[in-house]
């Protein structure tokens, strides 16, 4: 077979490029640290990597989703833990008004502190976040939640009902609320103990009757009714009371004891004072009421005083039952505090799953990208030496002619 001169030269010329590309390849695997420079390098670990990085990535953006939510969810306690201090504030000044020894002018005076408390807990209902949405607005973060008419009366415009709080994934399967609505923090809390309430329906003149309390002694008798307690004159001066259902019917009826509890269908309904014939008095399933209602009901009568036997009844019912309510919307506010820490804990544990996955990831990333670096240099040796050999054969291979034995 014939050699010829060009086939030799290119011949050499192709063993040194060979050698200077493969070089080349392991000094840039080398700097750069890793094993794959291209898919081609390793088809099946690059398609490995691949899956690993969105792994990565997406486990990076849940992270950073609990760095931007945490804080949210932190101001939230803060605002709870505010709001509860104003209403054991408010506790305190109620107990203070009900006290015989206060005067119409000091009441107003205990009537005034209890406004600038409502008018905080309205500052706290409308707290905006560093980013300027409302804390207790839910989905409709820019709009002011709550508002009030020209009479006073507060009333909430944020979202509500499914979908009306923000979820924010902190992994590949959970979600976490960012935050609670308004309605569900500052209005819709049950009454009282949140199964029945009652309420002076009609009070006669020279009325001193006064709803003390208001309980359930047998859940499981409860029917949900509306009942009226109405009293007559049983003679020898001695009040009879009578408690009529819906239908007109009498369930329950006997003599009036001040102090005494009048039970009928699972409830106990503790009344004190003197009635007076035509006095009214309604026991009925507990209605939701929002913090200023039940604020703006005790400042009112705190306001209209106790001189009178009827304005003195009247202040102590409200004082009990402002008492009962103030005490579910501090119940309220606990258990709402309770579910926001248990969130912050979530995010806690979470965000440490998520550190130790991405450490984890990392390494199996490393193990199939990253390079040997004693393999990689001493194959980085082997080539140079290699490519050393081709350059120097090529230099005598191009000293050959057939002049220099002429």
């Known amino acids: 077979m014939r050699i010829s001169t060009t086939q030799i030269f290119q011949t050499g010329i192709d063993q040194i490029q060979r050698g200077q590309t493969e070089l080349n390849r392991t000094s840039l695997q080398m700097g750069r640290g890793e094993r794959i420079l291209s898919p081609s390098d390793d088809p099946s670990g690059a398609t490995q990597v691949n899956q690993?990085?969105?792994?990565?990535?997406?486990?990076?953006?849940?992270?950073?989703?609990?760095?931007?939510?945490?804080?949210?969810?932190?101001?939230?306690?803060?605002a709870l833990q505010g709001g509860t201090d104003l209403l054991q504030r408010a506790r305190e000044l109620v107990v203070a008004g009900n006290n015989d020894s206060q005067t119409n002018e000091t009441r107003s005076y205990i009537a005034g502190e209890l406004?600038?408390?409502?008018?905080?807990?309205?500052?706290?209902?409308?707290?905006?976040?560093?980013?300027?949405?409302?804390?207790?607005?839910?989905?409709?973060?820019?709009?002011?939640?709550?508002?009030?008419?020209?009479?006073?009366?507060?009333?909430?415009?944020?979202?509500?009902?499914?979908?009306?709080?923000?979820?924010?994934?902190?992994?590949?399967?959970?979600?976490?609320?960012?935050?609670?609505?308004?309605?569900?923090?500052?209005?819709?809390?049950?009454?009282?103990d949140g199964r029945v309430g009652a309420e002076v329906l009609n009070r006669e003149p020279g009325s001193t009757l006064v709803v003390e309390q208001t309980g359930v002694n047998d859940s499981a008798a409860l029917t949900g009714q509306t009942y009226t307690i109405t009293f007559q004159d049983l003679g020898g001066g001695e009040i009879g009371y009578q408690v009529v259902d819906e239908g007109g019917g009498t369930v329950d009826s006997g003599p009036y004891v001040s102090g005494e509890a009048i039970t009928f269908d699972?409830?106990?309904?503790?009344?004190?004072?003197?009635?007076?014939?035509?006095?009214?008095?309604?026991?009925?399933?507990?209605?939701?009421?929002?913090?200023?209602e039940t604020l703006d009901a005790i400042i009112a009568a705190l306001e209209e005083g106790g001189a009178s036997g009827n304005s003195r009844a009247n202040?102590?019912?409200?004082?009990?039952?402002?008492?009962?309510?103030?005490?579910?919307?501090?119940?309220?506010?606990?258990?709402?505090?309770?579910?926001?820490?248990?969130?912050?804990?979530?995010?806690?544990?979470?965000?440490?799953?998520?550190?130790?996955?991405?450490?984890?990831?990392?390494?199996?990333?490393?193990?199939?990208?990253?390079?040997?670096?004693?393999?990689?240099?001493?194959?980085?040796?082997?080539?140079?030496?290699?490519?050393?050999?081709?350059q120097q054969t090529y230099t005598q291979v191009n000293r050959l002619s057939l002049f220099d034995f002429l």
Not at 268 to 273: D, K, M, N, P, Y
Not at 357 to 382: C, G, K, M, P, T
């Open 52 to 78: 690993f990085e969105r792994i990565i990535q997406a486990t990076k953006q849940y992270q950073r989703n609990i760095d931007n939510t945490q804080p949210r969810l932190q101001q939230e306690e803060s």
């Open 315 to 390: 202040l102590a019912t409200a004082s009990n039952t402002a008492l009962a309510d103030l005490d579910a919307v501090l119940g309220n506010f606990s258990d709402i505090r309770a579910e926001v820490g248990s969130r912050l804990k979530t995010f806690d544990q979470q965000q440490d799953l998520n550190e130790d996955r991405l450490v984890d990831l990392n390494s199996a990333v490393s193990e199939i990208r990253d390079l040997d670096y004693a393999e990689a240099i001493s194959r980085f040796n082997q080539q140079q030496v290699a490519l050393q050999a081709a």
């Open 115 to 192: 406004r600038q408390l409502r008018d905080g807990m309205f500052d706290i209902a409308n707290t905006k976040d560093p980013n300027g949405e409302y804390l207790f607005a839910g989905t409709k973060s820019l709009q002011q939640p709550f508002q009030q008419d020209g009479t006073g009366a507060v009333r909430y415009e944020g979202a509500e009902g499914t979908g009306s709080i923000r979820e924010v994934a902190i992994s590949a399967n959970r979600k976490v609320p960012v935050g609670d609505t308004g309605a569900r923090v500052f209005m819709d809390i049950p009454e009282n």
């Open 266 to 292: 699972g409830r106990a309904i503790t009344l004190s004072g003197a009635p007076e014939i035509g006095d009214e008095v309604e026991s009925r399933p507990a209605e939701n009421k929002s913090v200023f």
